[in-house]
């Protein structure tokens, strides 16, 4: 089933499965940035040979492909814009032992936001909720984040959705420019929800939100590997996919001790990371989805990684 053939049910569907302190819509268009303009926003992450990231850049050491055509930046920044995060646990009855570890490590990153960013609290289990809509208080994000409790079964692509659908919602309303970043621990199995991957990660194609993903597998230790091989193989598969089309990371902890590590791994590219914006020189219309590319110039010697495209807006009919 694809995103443009069924977004009157997805609308039924998210109605069911999550109560969001405002109306959702579901006609996502191409990114809009403060002034109005259609403009192609992209978090970029850059990195030298060895793995470390490359700081102190600007724009003019970028050079922006759509659909093979270099495009000329009309924006640019790095360190100085704010951060919305959302961090999405998986609190279905599979992560009940874990669970307190897993809250005190997403409240070790709650810890490193700076002065200026944001995070929100959502839960998944059979439907996804959202004890703590964005706030820069951290006093509200650690209280949502402890309350937290594990039952239930896991609706996972629901969750994902309603979380960019939020997001989507905040760049809409936003007076300033901020990055994006959905940041998901998981055992990484569905099998609550009422939507199909291939509508979540169309839709994540439409969102310029960085997605992380930190999938556990300690749940499936005792259960008979027959029973989890096939499950197992499309959820790696669907959280790899999804990881790597918005341009953030998939991790694969051995043990919950290792998710403070990872957090803080997280924590350093989000941080490091630079904002880039564009003006299709293609002008949009047909609502196609658009390759993009980032390359650095030659003399940086580093490698920069970004989502792998968008849905340009479709043009409105005349009156």
């Not at 053939?5 to 609308?11: E, K, S």
């Not at 069911?16 to 109005?36: C, E, K, N, Y």
């Not at 409790?149 to 420019?177: C, I, P």
């Amino acid at each position: 089933m694809r995103f443009n053939q069924c977004r009157n049910a997805l609308t039924v569907a998210v109605a069911a499965i999550v109560t969001l302190g405002g109306t959702a819509t579901t006609d996502a268009q191409g990114p809009v940035f403060r002034s109005g303009v259609d403009m192609v926003p992209l978090t970029v992450t850059v990195t030298d040979t060895s793995g470390k990231y490359v700081t102190g850049l600007t724009g003019g050491d970028f050079e922006v492909f759509e659909d093979g055509v270099q495009q000329s930046l009309s924006f640019f920044a790095s360190d100085d814009v704010p951060l919305d995060v959302a961090l999405l646990l998986d609190t279905s009855s599979s992560m009940n032992l874990d669970l307190p570890l897993v809250k005190a490590a997403a409240v070790g990153l709650v810890r490193k936001l700076r002065a200026n960013d944001r995070a929100a609290v959502v839960n998944v289990k059979e439907s996804a909720g959202i004890p703590q809509p964005f706030t820069n208080d951290r006093i509200l994000i650690e209280r949502a984040i402890r309350g937290l409790s594990a039952s239930g079964e896991t609706a996972l692509y629901d969750g994902v959705y309603v979380v960019l659908k939020e997001f989507e919602r905040e760049r809409k309303t936003a007076m300033q420019v901020r990055r994006q970043a959905l940041v998901l621990l998981t055992d990484g199995i569905d099998n609550r929800s009422r939507l199909a991957f291939e509508d979540v990660l169309d839709f994540a194609r439409r969102v310029d939100v960085n997605i992380y993903v930190i999938a556990l597998r300690t749940a499936l230790a005792h259960v008979p590997r027959a029973e989890v091989d096939g499950a197992v193989l499309h959820a790696d598969y669907a959280l790899n996919t999804v990881t790597r089309e918005s341009g953030g990371r998939l991790f694969f902890p051995k043990a919950v001790r290792d998710l403070p590590e990872i957090y803080t791994a997280i924590a350093q590219e989000l941080f490091s990371q630079y904002e880039l914006g564009y003006m299709p020189v293609r002008s949009a219309g047909d609502g196609g989805f658009r390759r993009v590319a980032v390359r650095l110039r030659p003399q940086t010697n580093a490698l920069a990684r970004t989502r792998t495209g968008y849905y340009a807006s479709r043009a409105r009919p005349a009156l």
